[in-house]
Protein backbone atom coordinates (compact mmCIF):
# COMPACT_ATOMS: atom_id res chain seq x y z
CA UNK A 1 0.00 0.00 0.00
CA UNK A 2 1.67 3.37 -1.31
CA UNK A 3 1.65 5.61 1.70
CA UNK A 4 -0.59 8.96 0.51
CA UNK A 5 -3.70 11.01 1.68
CA UNK A 6 -5.12 13.32 -0.84
CA UNK A 7 -8.03 14.92 1.54
CA UNK A 8 -6.90 16.57 4.20
CA UNK A 9 -8.59 20.24 5.49
CA UNK A 10 -6.78 22.79 7.15
CA UNK A 11 -7.44 26.03 9.28
CA UNK A 12 -7.91 27.56 5.86
CA UNK A 13 -11.35 25.82 6.03
CA UNK A 14 -13.02 23.86 8.72
CA UNK A 15 -10.28 21.93 10.07
CA UNK A 16 -8.37 22.38 13.26
CA UNK A 17 -4.34 22.21 12.23
CA UNK A 18 -2.49 24.47 10.50
CA UNK A 19 -0.59 23.46 7.23
CA UNK A 20 2.82 23.17 9.25
CA UNK A 21 1.39 20.75 11.40
CA UNK A 22 -0.36 18.72 8.18
CA UNK A 23 3.07 18.41 6.97
CA UNK A 24 4.68 17.13 10.02
CA UNK A 25 2.04 14.51 10.47
CA UNK A 26 2.66 13.88 6.71
CA UNK A 27 6.35 13.04 7.99
CA UNK A 28 5.51 11.24 10.89
CA UNK A 29 3.49 9.10 8.76
CA UNK A 30 6.20 8.42 6.19
CA UNK A 31 3.72 9.52 3.35
CA UNK A 32 4.97 9.40 0.15
CA UNK A 33 2.42 12.18 -1.37
CA UNK A 34 -0.16 14.21 0.34
CA UNK A 35 -2.58 16.63 -0.76
CA UNK A 36 -4.57 19.79 1.14
CA UNK A 37 -7.29 19.75 -0.07
CA UNK A 38 -9.75 23.02 1.58
CA UNK A 39 -13.64 23.70 0.84
CA UNK A 40 -13.31 26.20 -1.93
CA UNK A 41 -9.81 27.41 -0.57
CA UNK A 42 -6.29 27.01 -1.59
CA UNK A 43 -4.63 29.30 0.67
CA UNK A 44 -3.09 26.54 2.56
CA UNK A 45 -1.77 24.51 -0.15
CA UNK A 46 0.14 28.40 -1.22
CA UNK A 47 1.08 28.93 2.21
CA UNK A 48 2.84 25.62 2.31
CA UNK A 49 4.15 24.76 -0.72
CA UNK A 50 7.54 27.04 -0.57
CA UNK A 51 8.33 25.27 2.65
CA UNK A 52 8.85 21.80 1.52
CA UNK A 53 12.77 20.61 1.50
CA UNK A 54 13.76 17.58 -0.57
CA UNK A 55 12.82 14.90 1.76
CA UNK A 56 9.64 15.74 2.24
CA UNK A 57 6.69 14.07 1.17
CA UNK A 58 5.02 15.58 -2.35
CA UNK A 59 2.59 17.85 -1.74
CA UNK A 60 -0.08 17.71 -4.49
CA UNK A 61 -2.15 20.78 -5.45
CA UNK A 62 -5.61 19.66 -4.32
CA UNK A 63 -9.30 21.64 -3.57
CA UNK A 64 -13.06 20.45 -2.58
CA UNK A 65 -15.24 22.77 -4.35
CA UNK A 66 -19.02 22.87 -2.91
CA UNK A 67 -20.92 22.37 -5.92
CA UNK A 68 -24.78 21.98 -5.79
CA UNK A 69 -26.90 19.79 -7.50
CA UNK A 70 -30.64 20.06 -7.18
CA UNK A 71 -30.71 20.38 -3.31
CA UNK A 72 -28.15 17.95 -2.75
CA UNK A 73 -24.28 18.84 -1.64
CA UNK A 74 -22.03 17.55 -4.79
CA UNK A 75 -18.23 17.88 -3.35
CA UNK A 76 -15.72 17.78 -6.01
CA UNK A 77 -12.40 17.70 -5.63
CA UNK A 78 -9.48 18.86 -7.85
CA UNK A 79 -5.28 17.93 -8.62
CA UNK A 80 -2.94 19.14 -9.88
CA UNK A 81 -4.34 22.30 -11.28
CA UNK A 82 -2.18 25.58 -11.84
CA UNK A 83 -3.00 27.65 -8.45
CA UNK A 84 -2.16 30.58 -10.29
CA UNK A 85 -4.79 29.75 -12.24
CA UNK A 86 -6.65 33.54 -12.83
CA UNK A 87 -10.33 31.76 -13.21
CA UNK A 88 -9.56 29.86 -10.34
CA UNK A 89 -8.77 32.11 -8.17
CA UNK A 90 -11.28 34.75 -9.11
CA UNK A 91 -13.63 31.61 -8.36
CA UNK A 92 -12.32 30.72 -4.80
CA UNK A 93 -12.73 34.53 -4.04
CA UNK A 94 -16.19 34.59 -4.74
CA UNK A 95 -16.45 31.80 -2.47
CA UNK A 96 -15.15 33.58 -0.38
CA UNK A 97 -16.53 36.74 -0.38
CA UNK A 98 -20.00 35.44 -0.53
CA UNK A 99 -19.67 33.13 2.57
CA UNK A 100 -18.77 36.36 4.89
CA UNK A 101 -21.81 37.79 3.29
CA UNK A 102 -23.78 35.07 4.39
CA UNK A 103 -22.17 35.46 8.15
CA UNK A 104 -23.83 38.46 8.48
CA UNK A 105 -26.94 37.87 6.85
CA UNK A 106 -27.53 34.66 9.56
CA UNK A 107 -26.69 37.54 12.30
CA UNK A 108 -29.36 39.71 10.68
CA UNK A 109 -32.17 37.29 10.71
CA UNK A 110 -30.59 36.29 14.44
CA UNK A 111 -30.92 39.81 15.46
CA UNK A 112 -34.68 39.66 13.63
CA UNK A 113 -35.04 36.71 16.52
CA UNK A 114 -33.94 38.92 19.48
CA UNK A 115 -30.57 38.07 19.21
CA UNK A 116 -27.58 39.86 19.00
CA UNK A 117 -24.13 38.61 18.28
CA UNK A 118 -21.19 39.85 17.53
CA UNK A 119 -19.83 39.64 13.87
CA UNK A 120 -16.26 40.55 15.80
CA UNK A 121 -17.17 36.91 18.37
CA UNK A 122 -18.16 34.95 15.02
CA UNK A 123 -14.65 36.20 12.92
CA UNK A 124 -12.82 35.13 16.32
CA UNK A 125 -14.15 31.65 15.80
CA UNK A 126 -13.22 31.99 11.93
CA UNK A 127 -9.51 32.26 12.09
CA UNK A 128 -8.33 32.58 8.87
CA UNK A 129 -11.01 30.60 6.79
CA UNK A 130 -14.08 32.26 5.72
CA UNK A 131 -17.39 32.57 7.35
CA UNK A 132 -19.12 29.04 8.58
CA UNK A 133 -21.87 27.83 10.05
CA UNK A 134 -19.89 26.12 12.75
CA UNK A 135 -18.50 29.38 13.44
CA UNK A 136 -22.07 31.12 14.08
CA UNK A 137 -22.77 27.95 16.27
CA UNK A 138 -19.70 28.30 18.48
CA UNK A 139 -20.55 32.05 18.95
CA UNK A 140 -24.19 31.13 19.89
CA UNK A 141 -22.82 28.78 22.49
CA UNK A 142 -20.72 31.32 23.76
CA UNK A 143 -23.07 33.76 23.89
CA UNK A 144 -24.87 31.48 26.29
CA UNK A 145 -27.38 31.47 23.40
CA UNK A 146 -27.86 27.98 22.59
CA UNK A 147 -26.54 24.91 25.84
CA UNK A 148 -24.60 23.22 22.73
CA UNK A 149 -23.12 23.29 19.24
CA UNK A 150 -25.83 21.07 18.10
CA UNK A 151 -28.34 22.96 19.60
CA UNK A 152 -27.99 26.25 17.38
CA UNK A 153 -28.56 24.32 14.17
CA UNK A 154 -31.63 22.70 15.69
CA UNK A 155 -32.89 26.10 16.59
CA UNK A 156 -31.50 28.65 14.52
CA UNK A 157 -29.09 27.88 11.74
CA UNK A 158 -30.23 24.41 10.68
CA UNK A 159 -31.62 23.42 7.34
CA UNK A 160 -35.37 25.31 7.26
CA UNK A 161 -34.71 27.15 10.94
CA UNK A 162 -34.95 31.40 11.19
CA UNK A 163 -31.56 32.31 10.85
CA UNK A 164 -31.03 29.59 7.99
CA UNK A 165 -29.11 30.83 5.19
CA UNK A 166 -28.00 28.52 1.77
CA UNK A 167 -24.93 29.17 0.94
CA UNK A 168 -23.10 30.35 -2.56
CA UNK A 169 -22.28 26.66 -4.69
CA UNK A 170 -21.70 26.20 -7.89
CA UNK A 171 -22.77 23.34 -10.22
CA UNK A 172 -21.03 20.44 -10.64
CA UNK A 173 -20.31 21.10 -14.51
CA UNK A 174 -19.16 24.54 -13.17
CA UNK A 175 -17.02 22.84 -11.22
CA UNK A 176 -15.45 20.04 -13.02
CA UNK A 177 -14.95 22.53 -16.13
CA UNK A 178 -13.42 25.04 -14.17
CA UNK A 179 -10.50 22.22 -12.79
CA UNK A 180 -9.78 21.35 -16.23
CA UNK A 181 -9.61 25.06 -17.64
CA UNK A 182 -6.92 24.88 -14.67
CA UNK A 183 -5.71 21.94 -15.80
CA UNK A 184 -6.14 19.90 -13.27
CA UNK A 185 -8.24 16.47 -12.36
CA UNK A 186 -11.75 16.64 -11.24
CA UNK A 187 -12.21 13.79 -8.78
CA UNK A 188 -15.95 12.81 -7.28
CA UNK A 189 -15.54 13.53 -3.32
CA UNK A 190 -16.93 10.37 -1.51
CA UNK A 191 -19.43 9.11 -3.63
CA UNK A 192 -21.08 7.29 -1.03
CA UNK A 193 -22.33 9.58 1.14
CA UNK A 194 -25.51 11.21 0.87
CA UNK A 195 -26.37 9.92 -2.67
CA UNK A 196 -24.21 11.72 -4.66
CA UNK A 197 -22.68 8.10 -6.45
CA UNK A 198 -26.34 8.07 -8.46
CA UNK A 199 -24.99 10.81 -10.31
CA UNK A 200 -21.83 9.97 -11.59
CA UNK A 201 -23.03 8.51 -14.94
CA UNK A 202 -24.29 12.14 -15.54
CA UNK A 203 -20.54 13.78 -14.34
CA UNK A 204 -18.80 11.82 -16.66
CA UNK A 205 -20.78 13.55 -19.69
CA UNK A 206 -19.32 16.48 -18.26
CA UNK A 207 -15.80 14.96 -17.78
CA UNK A 208 -15.50 13.57 -14.25
CA UNK A 209 -11.81 12.13 -14.00
CA UNK A 210 -12.42 10.16 -11.29
CA UNK A 211 -14.00 8.70 -8.09
CA UNK A 212 -12.83 8.85 -4.33
CA UNK A 213 -12.97 4.95 -3.67
CA UNK A 214 -11.16 5.45 -0.67
CA UNK A 215 -12.71 7.20 2.22
CA UNK A 216 -13.52 6.81 5.65
CA UNK A 217 -16.79 6.91 5.69
CA UNK A 218 -17.20 4.12 2.98
CA UNK A 219 -17.26 0.84 4.40
CA UNK A 220 -14.25 -2.15 2.69
CA UNK A 221 -17.10 -3.42 0.48
CA UNK A 222 -18.15 -0.17 -0.73
CA UNK A 223 -13.90 0.83 -1.66
CA UNK A 224 -14.02 -2.58 -3.67
CA UNK A 225 -16.90 -1.95 -5.23
CA UNK A 226 -15.63 2.12 -6.17
CA UNK A 227 -12.45 0.76 -7.62
CA UNK A 228 -13.69 -1.78 -10.22
CA UNK A 229 -16.40 0.58 -10.94
CA UNK A 230 -13.90 3.44 -11.63
CA UNK A 231 -11.78 0.59 -13.77
CA UNK A 232 -14.50 -0.55 -15.52
CA UNK A 233 -15.09 2.84 -17.01
CA UNK A 234 -11.67 4.24 -17.16
CA UNK A 235 -11.81 7.01 -14.28
CA UNK A 236 -9.29 7.34 -11.88
CA UNK A 237 -9.76 6.15 -8.23
CA UNK A 238 -8.42 8.76 -5.36
CA UNK A 239 -8.69 8.34 -1.57
CA UNK A 240 -7.41 9.62 1.65
CA UNK A 241 -8.75 10.33 5.40
CA UNK A 242 -11.05 13.58 5.05
CA UNK A 243 -8.63 14.84 8.21
CA UNK A 244 -10.35 17.69 9.65
CA UNK A 245 -8.65 17.60 12.94
CA UNK A 246 -11.59 16.78 14.98
CA UNK A 247 -12.91 12.85 16.79
CA UNK A 248 -15.38 11.78 14.91
CA UNK A 249 -16.52 10.37 11.88
CA UNK A 250 -13.00 11.28 9.71
CA UNK A 251 -9.81 9.51 9.94
CA UNK A 252 -6.29 10.50 10.77
CA UNK A 253 -4.12 11.97 8.26
CA UNK A 254 -2.43 8.89 6.64
CA UNK A 255 -5.20 6.50 7.80
CA UNK A 256 -6.79 5.46 4.80
CA UNK A 257 -5.12 3.08 2.78
CA UNK A 258 -4.92 3.65 -1.49
CA UNK A 259 -3.41 1.30 -3.73
CA UNK A 260 0.27 1.87 -4.71
CA UNK A 261 -0.48 2.88 -8.72
CA UNK A 262 -2.61 5.85 -7.65
CA UNK A 263 -1.20 9.03 -7.40
CA UNK A 264 1.11 7.10 -10.36
CA UNK A 265 -2.05 6.79 -12.80
CA UNK A 266 -2.98 10.77 -11.74
CA UNK A 267 0.24 11.45 -13.47
CA UNK A 268 -0.17 9.43 -16.12
CA UNK A 269 -3.85 10.83 -17.16
CA UNK A 270 -2.54 14.54 -16.79
CA UNK A 271 -0.22 13.89 -19.64
P1 LIG B 1 -21.70 25.56 6.06
O1 LIG B 1 -20.79 25.00 4.99
O2 LIG B 1 -21.28 26.92 6.51
O3 LIG B 1 -23.14 25.48 5.66
O4 LIG B 1 -21.50 24.62 7.34
C1 LIG B 1 -21.63 23.23 7.19
C2 LIG B 1 -21.05 22.54 8.42
O5 LIG B 1 -21.90 22.77 9.54
C3 LIG B 1 -20.99 21.04 8.27
O6 LIG B 1 -19.78 20.62 7.70
C4 LIG B 1 -21.10 20.57 9.70
O7 LIG B 1 -19.82 20.63 10.31
C5 LIG B 1 -21.94 21.62 10.36
N1 LIG B 1 -23.35 21.20 10.48
C6 LIG B 1 -24.31 21.24 9.52
N2 LIG B 1 -25.50 20.80 10.00
C7 LIG B 1 -25.29 20.46 11.30
C8 LIG B 1 -26.13 19.94 12.37
N3 LIG B 1 -27.42 19.69 12.18
N4 LIG B 1 -25.54 19.72 13.56
C9 LIG B 1 -24.23 19.96 13.77
N5 LIG B 1 -23.40 20.45 12.83
C10 LIG B 1 -23.91 20.69 11.61
ZN1 LIG C 1 -15.19 20.03 6.05
FE1 LIG D 1 -16.62 16.58 1.42
FE1 LIG E 1 -13.53 17.04 2.89
Redesign the pocket.
Known amino acids: MAAADLHIHTNFS ?1 GKNSPEEILKMAQEKKLEAFAISD ?1 DNIGGYLHLKDQLGNDDPELIPGVEL ?1 AGHRNEDIHILGYYFDPNSEELTATLKQFRER ?1 NQRGIEMLNKLKEQGINIPLELVKEFAGRSA ?4 NV ?1 DALVKSGMVHN ?2 AA ?2 KYI ?2 GCPAYVA ?1 FNITPREAIELIHRAKGLAILAHPGIAGAGQHIDQFIGFGLDGIEAFHPMHNSRLQKNYKAFAEKKGLLYTGGSDFHGRQGKYGQVGSVSLPDNTVALMKERLS
Open positions: DHSRIGRPAFSFDGYK
